[in-house]
């Protein structure tokens, strides 16, 4: 199994529409993330949290909101969804940097097209 | 402003060595990372630097020189299977270490 989950995979909707997409971790890690990915753009930041209390914007946060509903659970919704929110999503999770593994680890991607 | 440039796409033949380079401006520095991403995959963490100079870890190596904002990664002996894009990601100065992605350098390798 997957150390970071990401569901659905994929999703198809309509505009005006809201979706929620679910990310879960058994990696112990505190710090989760949420990006998308477009074509030529590379990884864009929507949102960070560092612990169940900690909620972050990045750099794209407009049209989106999140939820720490626990330490291995963190989940992105979209209230509206719009045509050009139709990307790769992918949830990551860290550790500090003082525990020693730097890099993130990502979930397998949750692709989603907005009609 | 923070600003991370790599190619946009690469080819190389298989066997062959083949050097990615990534430079970049950001507000602060708490290393720089490669990643490797398979199409429609998860990326995949490759290296991590922090002090200048050249990390070896088999068939891949990466390099960073700080003061001249610059980073690359190298691909040795390319296999077919290296065909991916290689991500190249900076952590941010500020206490969240959050990390910055370039837009990523698709590299294709021909038999």
């Known amino acids: 199994d997957a150390d970071v989950t990401q569901t659905p995979r994929n999703r198809i909707t309509k505009t005006g529409k809201r979706i929620m997409l679910e990310c879960s971790q058994t990696?112990?890690?505190?710090?989760m993330y949420w990006y998308r990915q477009d074509p030529g753009l590379g990884l864009r930041l929507i949102y960070y949290?560092?612990?169940?209390?900690?909620?972050n914007k990045g750099e794209i946060s407009d049209g989106y909101s999140v939820s720490r509903q626990a330490q291995a659970k963190f989940s992105l919704s979209l209230e509206s969804a719009i045509p050009n929110q139709t990307a790769l999503y992918f949830c990551?999770?860290?550790?500090?940097?003082?525990?020693?593994?730097?890099?993130?680890?990502f979930g397998e991607g949750s692709r989603l097209t907005v009609l | 402003g923070q600003n991370i440039d790599q190619p946009t796409e690469m080819t190389a033949t298989e066997g062959a060595i083949v050097q990615i380079n990534c430079t970049y401006q950001?507000?602060?520095?708490?290393?720089l990372f490669w990643y490797q991403q398979h199409a429609g995959e998860a990326p995949t963490f490759l290296s991590y630097?922090?002090?200048?100079g050249l990390e070896e870890k088999g068939r891949f190596s990466s390099f960073l020189s700080r003061s001249k904002g610059y980073s690359y990664l190298l691909l040795k002996e390319l296999q077919m299977k290296d065909s991916a894009s290689y991500l190249c990601?900076?952590?941010?100065?500020?206490?969240?270490?959050?990390?910055?992605f370039g837009s990523g350098t698709r590299l294709l390798v021909r038999p």
């Open positions: 990551a999770t860290s550790d500090p940097p003082d525990r020693g593994e730097r890099e993130l680890f």
């Open positions: 990696k112990g890690h505190d710090r």
């Open positions: 949290s560092f612990d169940v209390k900690d909620i």
């Open positions: 950001t507000s602060g520095f708490n290393g």
């Open positions: 630097n922090v002090l200048d």
């Open positions: 990601a900076v952590g941010g100065g500020d206490s969240s270490y959050k990390l910055i």
